[in-house]
């Protein structure tokens, strides 16, 4: 007798090793293939029931899902359960199927629901027959497939957990279970303690939070979440605080420039006599040494003051920093339109070429 006989012919005529609830699960989650997985097959959407003990209190809109089924098909099939297989692990729950069905999805109820609604004629399937042997492990199998794409809510998360606390008895054995930590089970176990008003508000606040006050009493929760956000707002604004700090020192010199060129330089003046401004340099007919033939402009003269006072004490800005090169370069940088420091590169490159030329 050859190997493939001794293990027995797989449901669609194959030599596949069963496989168990779990990985089923698992594959049908990540959509991973696993060794002995029949290939899926189709179904009408009509011929299969919704499962009565699907772990989503709601399917929610569907609208986007079922357009995306009819745009760009169906990725992955759901799993599903012969409808007898699924009355002999959950005989109480035959009378919530849908009539005129042959099978229950275990995992996919949102797809299923949407192909419907899309008109889909029919809907890739993979049939597994071994989802649970009873009521317990079917629950099992389909949070299990949920947890895995986090794929539920977290009130309906948190309720699914406690129908499967009270089958394994203790959080600890529900977390080996889950192959989760014990203090992943207890925080969403804790939003069903939370009062009904904060619970109304899941998705509102963050939901690190209102797990943290679901172990307080309830006329505390809403003063302990109060004081936890103030908290970590102030350490938020903190981490930005040393964030801003911690700043490359590169890049110091230039803000202080542009902080004093901003702050100091804030309008190019006379000397202070009269209180007019500069005029526009104008080229006049001169004899400059160093530019024959053209005129120098008129510049400003420079106050030997770092400021001056108009009357009633008002502070003015300071006059335009001729002795500080850098200085005024950053002034220029950042109050000048672009065209004209265009302008005055050029001049200031002629002047230069022209001062070599004469030393030489």
């Known amino acids: ?101 042959t099978h229950v999805v275990i995992d996919g109820s949102s797809r299923l629901a949407a192909a419907r609604e899309a008109g889909l004629t029919t809907i890739k399937v993979m049939v597994s027959d071994d989802q649970g042997a009873n009521s317990e492990e079917l629950l099992e199998s389909a949070l299990v497939a949920n947890i895995h794409r986090q794929d539920l809510s977290e009130l309906d998360e948190a309720r699914a957990l406690q129908r499967l606390l009270a089958i394994h008895g203790s959080q600890t054995a529900l977390a080996k279970r889950l192959h989760r930590s014990q203090g992943w089970v207890s925080q969403r176990l804790a939003l069903l303690s939370l009062t009904p008003e904060l619970q109304a508000r899941i998705g509102e606040e963050p939901i690190d939070l209102l797990r943290a006050v679901g172990s307080k009493p309830p006329e505390q929760q809403q003063t302990v979440l109060e004081a936890l956000k103030q908290e970590r707002a102030r350490k938020d604004a903190e981490k930005q605080e040393r964030k801003r700090k911690k700043q490359p020192k590169t890049d110091a010199p230039a803000a202080q420039a542009a902080e004093k060129a901003d702050g100091y330089y804030g309008v190019i003046e006379g000397d202070g006599s009269d209180g007019s401004s500069t005029p526009s340099p104008r080229r006049e007919a001169a004899d400059d040494p160093a530019r024959p033939g053209e005129g120098a402009p008129t510049l400003p003269v420079q106050s030997t003051t770092a400021e001056v006072t108009a009357g009633g004490g008002e502070r003015q800005p300071k006059r335009f920093p001729y002795d500080d090169g850098e200085s005024a370069a950053m002034y220029l940088i950042h109050k000048m339109p672009p065209d004209e420091f265009d302008r005055m590169l050029d001049e200031l490159i002629k002047h230069k070429e022209s001062r070599a030329v004469s030393a030489s």
């Open 1 to 101: 007798m050859s190997k493939a006989s001794q293990l027995g012919a797989g449901r669609f005529g194959g030599g596949a090793r069963p496989v168990s609830a779990r990985r089923q699960a698992v594959a049908a989650a990540t959509g991973v293939p696993t060794e002995g997985v029949a290939p899926p097959t189709e179904l009408p959407p009509q011929r299969i029931s919704l499962n009565p003990d699907n772990p989503r209190s709601s399917l929610g809109d569907l609208t986007d899902l079922a357009g995306s089924l009819q745009t760009h098909g169906q990725k992955q099939a759901i799993t599903v359960m012969n409808r007898d297989a699924y009355i002999k692990a959950n005989p109480e729950r035959e009378t919530d199927l849908e009539p005129d069905t």
